[in-house]
Nanobody, 119 residues
């Protein structure tokens, strides 16, 4: 099985920074993409940022220019550098890994890490 271990969440003041990390381990052969989703209370889970095996990236409009996703292929680890944090960034952040499955993809998820931004 594939396991995703997240770290780096916590409490930070508005305008501050946090760096999240997600390390993948287990029976990994190919990875289509890794990324981060978040879910705030009463809201839908949304994509924050993702990076493909070809190193193309995708960001939610709300975090463009503030967040940067990167990857260390040797360690099967993805990072999310979060700068200029805002209270509306407060959410549980989930690491996501997409692997090829049949003619589609299969999603693996971390257990989530809390990010709280105070005003």
């Amino acid at each position: 099985q594939v396991q995703l271990v997240e770290s780096g969440g916590g409490l930070v003041q508005a305008g501050g920074s946090l760096r999240l990390a997600c390390a993948a381990s287990g029976n990994i052969f190919k990875i289509n993409a890794m990324g981060w989703y978040r879910q705030a209370p009463g809201k839908q889970r949304e994509l924050v940022a993702a990076i493909t095996s070809g190193s193309s990236t995708n960001y939610a409009d709300s975090v463009k220019g503030r967040f940067t996703i990167s990857r260390d292929n040797a360690k099967n680890t993805v990072y999310l550098q979060m700068n200029s944090l805002k209270p509306e960034d407060t959410a549980v952040y989930y690491c996501n890994l997409k692997r090829p499955w049949l003619q589609s993809e299969f999603d693996y998820w971390g257990q989530g890490t809390q990010v709280t931004v105070s005003s």
